[in-house]
């Protein structure tokens, strides 16, 4: 299975929203779709 990431979206979704992500929602989502991603 192929995986295409925009980029130019994921920049900005983390430089827009990473600011109010207090709880570090988006961070654990990233981190996990990394791992996901190494292992296939």
Do not use: A, E, G, R
């Amino acid at each position: 299975m192929k995986v295409i990431i925009d980029t130019s979206s994921l920049i900005s979704l983390v430089k827009y929203y990473l600011p109010f992500d207090s709880s570090n929602k988006l961070y654990d989502f990233t981190k996990y779709m990394t791992k996901i991603y190494n292992t296939l």
